[in-house]
């Protein structure tokens, strides 16, 4: 039986520059379509919803306000990929978890933003990824994998193929400012994401989503040494 799976997509893979990458989104939605192994795929927000946050944080908001504004921008994010996925998706962006529950039947992939304030869409993949029994978690993003240092900013940063719970935990206290809790600055693990697959010891693997190539051939299990795995056990 094929191993069950979550896609979490950040949302810098859904936009070019300030346009929404229609290509891009229906390159992946026809990679999944038509698959029996996909659960469900959880949409970040990207820089759109930083954008928002910005200007709710230039207003005075507070924290949790500029989570919400996040969260409502990921489920737009969400329902752009529901309607690349056609009759694959179930139709509505679930809210919360019980949405999960009450919607398993109908067998169609669910497809989430943010659930509640604190946390990244992230953690929104680990917690529908623990609820919905899946094997595997598969984070998209636009490097190819955890680095030891941010690669945007540093040359020499080296990736990890393979990372243990404690040294990725020990990554995150290193790499934490007082910026990393605030609404649109959760990093790629944030601090729920790591307590959720510590208990439920999901197979995590993160790698780039800039060439969907490389998606394709990891759910044909074409490749097995791609980005970072998160070693659970
Ligand atoms: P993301 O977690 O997607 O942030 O949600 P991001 O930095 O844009 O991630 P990528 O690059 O797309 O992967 C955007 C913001 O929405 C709020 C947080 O403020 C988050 O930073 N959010 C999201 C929540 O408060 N709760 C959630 O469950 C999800």
């Given at each position: ?6 896609i ?5 893979l859904?936009?070019e520059?300030e ?9 992946f939605?026809?990679i999944?379509?038509?698959r ?7 949409c970040g ?7 928002y946050i910005?200007?709710?944080r ?6 949790a306000?500029?989570d919400?504004?996040?969260?409502y ?10 309607e ?6 179930y139709?509505l962006?679930?809210?919360?978890i ?14 989430l933003?943010?659930l509640?304030?604190?946390q ?23 490097v190819e994998?955890i ?5 945007k ?10 990372l243990?719970?404690?040294k990725?935990?020990?990554l ?18 944030d ?6 697959l510590?208990?439920?010891k999901i ?9 969907l ?6 759910l044909?299990?074409k ?5 970072t795995?998160?070693?659970s056990?």
């Amino acid at each position: 039986m094929s191993p069950k799976r979550v896609i979490k997509i950040g949302g810098s893979l859904l936009f070019e520059g300030e346009d929404i990458n229609t290509k891009k989104i229906n390159e992946f939605c026809s990679i999944i379509r038509k698959r029996d192994d996909i659960l469900a795929v959880i949409c970040g927000g990207g820089a759109i919803a930083r954008k928002y946050i910005q200007a709710l944080r230039d207003f005075g908001v507070n924290e949790a306000k500029c989570d919400v504004m996040g969260i409502y921008i990921s489920r737009l994010n969400a329902k752009l990929i529901i309607e690349g996925l056609k009759d694959d998706a179930y139709p509505l962006v679930p809210e919360s978890i019980e949405d999960l529950s009450r919607n398993l039947l109908f067998n169609k992939i669910f497809v989430l933003g943010g659930l509640q304030p604190g946390q990244s869409t992230t953690s929104v993949a680990f917690e529908v990824s623990e609820f919905l029994n899946a094997n595997e978690l598969l984070i998209l993003t636009d490097v190819e994998g955890i680095f030891d240092k941010d690669p945007k900013n540093n040359s020499d940063a080296k990736k990890f193929d393979e990372l243990s719970i404690e040294k990725l935990q020990n990554l995150i206290v290193d790499s934490s400012s007082k910026t990393q809790a605030a609404a649109g600055e959760y990093r790629i693990f944030d601090a729920v994401s790591l307590q959720i697959l510590k208990r439920s010891k999901i197979k995590v693997r993160i790698f780039s989503g800039t060439n969907l190539n490389l998606l394709k051939k990891v759910l044909d299990e074409k490749i097995s040494n791609v980005g970072t795995i998160i070693n659970s056990k």
